[in-house]
């Protein structure tokens, strides 16, 4: 089946830990892009990459980093400089980012807790 | 920057009845997309419909259209004839030319029987 993974579901931070989010997708997909989403806002742009090798910081990049060394993946870092990580992370994918009628497809989720 | 504004936090619609959700936006470009995303108690996000700006025509998908009103800035969802599977957290979203998203804080619909 093709479509995007996230894993873990759950995943719990201690204080002044790093911890990474994986996002996988099999979909041949060119840009992929990361979420945050806080009870009441929405959907908010952490980072998003239209090529492999490259990316760009979206409204909220502070406290996180992203790399992206292979199409289909695009793995999450939060940083221990993240002060309120908890929330609900989502990744995204989009087939041609030059192609302005193409919408996005998610994944399931991942919900970070701190310790 | 863009902001998508959804006023209505929280609707409720009888099973079988329809129901407007309004979603308005702020920008100042004239090429952009606007989407209707759902997300089920399931978390994961699904494309609803989709509405482009230079198409004066509204987009429909089964039971799912929109009233695009450009001059406005509004996108509202109308959902006809409501199944209790249409419960879920409706997202408004607007994509600008340099393919950036934005959304926005959701309408939670829940579907009476």
């Known amino acids: 089946d093709g479509g995007i993974t996230q894993s873990p579901k759950y995943l719990f931070r201690k204080e002044g830990q790093n911890v990474t989010l994986s996002c996988e997708q099999n979909?041949?997909?060119?840009?992929m892009y990361w979420y945050r989403q806080d009870p009441g806002q929405g959907l908010r742009l952490i980072y998003y990459?239209?090529?492999?090798?490259?990316?760009q910081k979206g409204d909220i990049a502070e406290g996180y980093s992203v790399s992206r060394e292979k199409k289909e993946s695009f793995p999450l870092t939060v940083t221990s400089a993240q002060k309120n990580p908890t929330a609900f992370y989502l990744c995204?994918?989009?087939?041609?980012?030059?192609?302005?009628?193409?919408?996005?497809?998610f994944g399931p989720g991942t919900r970070l807790l701190v310790l | 920057a863009q902001t998508v504004t959804q006023s209505q936090p929280e609707m409720s619609v009888q099973e079988a009845e329809t129901v407007t959700l309004s979603c308005t936006y702020d920008?100042?470009?004239?090429?952009?997309?606007l989407f209707w995303y759902k997300q089920p108690p399931s978390r994961q996000m699904i494309l609803v419909i989709r509405?482009?700006?230079?198409?004066?025509q509204n987009a429909t998908e089964n039971r799912f259209s929109v009233n695009f009103q450009k001059a406005a800035k509004s996108f509202s969802l109308k959902i006809s004839d409501s199944q209790l599977g249409d419960t879920a957290m409706y997202f408004c979203?607007?994509?600008?030319?340099?393919?950036?998203?934005?959304f926005g804080t959701g309408t939670s619909l829940t579907v009476i029987p």
């Open positions: 979909l041949n997909h060119d840009a």
């Open positions: 995204a994918s989009r087939r041609r980012p030059d192609l302005r009628e193409e919408t996005q497809y």
């Open positions: 990459s239209q090529i492999v090798n490259d990316f």
């Open positions: 979203a607007f994509m600008n030319t340099g393919n950036q998203f934005y």
């Open positions: 509405q482009e700006a230079y198409k004066q």
């Open positions: 920008t100042s470009e004239s090429n952009y997309y």
